[in-house]
């Protein structure tokens, strides 16, 4: 079935470090892949997307490419922050657009000192 | 923006009784309800789907009995948890769909509930 998996963490950086996530995936299909991030306590905000290989998700400096060759999506940051600190999931739909269930990575918790 | 509104954000209840959590959708309707569960430091585990005015689709090991959704309008879901025990205690969280699936492409989640059962 469709799987995620995502590098264990926790991931501990210092400041404006360079930050990378690993995700790979398996799926049936061109699913849709996210990722999202949880605060302590908090539900889970959308980050960035991307719905077809090779497009390119990107907001407040995070990044992650769709790359059906090698089944990934990584999650890259060029200089994190300690306003980062937080779990990142790495997910993907199992229907085509934005239809049917997301399924989620393990997680990945960032911990970024100052 | 669309917001999920989940209630309540922290509930702790005796062993055997029933507690209610709701989740309702702002600005938009919500046509599909998915219920998740998520244990310390664990990714999010699908519970059920619910489609408003349909029963709910459990996932394989969910017991339905115990976990009791009803999604009778197009912004409102609840999910009560009955008899609860202490193995029930975890973080339960929403996500809401409109029937575009635009709405945050698709997926909006409410801010979760902390259910500790003592």
């Known amino acids: 079935g469709d799987s995620v998996t995502q590098m264990e963490g926790p991931v501990t950086l210092s400041e404006e470090a360079f930050l990378t996530i690993n995700c790979t995936y398996t799926a049936t299909g061109y699913p849709s892949l996210f990722w999202y991030v949880q605060y302590p306590g908090e539900g889970l905000q959308l980050l960035l997307k991307a719905t077809k290989a090779d497009d390119k998700g990107s907001n407040k400096g995070f990044e992650a490419t769709y790359r059906k060759e090698t089944t990934s999506f990584h999650l890259e940051k060029g200089s994190v922050q300690v306003s980062d600190s937080a779990v990142y999931f790495c997910a993907l739909n199992t229907g085509s657009g934005n239809t049917g269930k997301l399924i989620f990575g393990q997680g990945t918790t960032l911990q970024v000192k100052p | 923006g669309a917001v999920v509104s989940q209630h309540p954000s922290r509930v702790i209840c005796k062993s055997g009784t029933s507690v209610k959590i709701e989740c309702r959708s702002l600005?938009?309707?919500?046509?599909?309800m998915f219920w998740y569960r998520q244990f310390p430091k664990q990714s999010l585990m699908l519970m059920a789907t619910?489609?408003?005015?349909?029963?709910?689709?459990?996932e394989q090991g969910v017991e339905k009995d115990k976990f009791l959704i009803n999604h009778a309008s197009l912004t409102l879901s609840t999910l009560t948890v009955t008899s609860a025990h202490p193995e029930d205690s975890s973080f339960y969280i929403c996500?809401?769909?409109?029937?575009?699936?635009?709405?945050?492409?698709?997926?909006?989640f409410g801010s979760g509930t902390r259910l500790t059962v003592v």
């Open positions: 996500s809401a769909r409109d029937a575009a699936g635009q709405v945050n492409y698709g997926y909006t």
């Open positions: 619910s489609n408003e005015g349909s029963k709910a689709t459990y």
């Open positions: 600005d938009f309707q919500a046509t599909t």
